[in-house]
């Protein structure tokens, strides 16, 4: 599963694929812990493992 992404995704690889033209709905994801994620002060960006996709994703298969 998304194996032409890098093991720890950005902002713009979960915008395409959760298809999200907005950085606002991912960023409400990953700031309620939702998507975990760690958010690295120097540089400020996020760095997302795939597995946390993943299990956002199992979790909200409804």
């Known amino acids: 599963m998304f194996k032409n992404y890098p093991d720890v995704l950005t902002i713009e690889d979960l915008m395409e694929i959760l298809h999200y033209k907005s950085k ?10 939702q998507i975990k994620s760690i958010h690295e002060k120097r540089g400020n960006r996020y760095l997302i493992p795939k597995k946390s996709l993943i299990d956002y994703l199992l979790d909200n298969k409804d």
Not at 24 to 33: A, E, H, M, N, V
């Open 24 to 33: 606002t709905t991912i960023y409400k994801l990953l700031r309620s812990g």
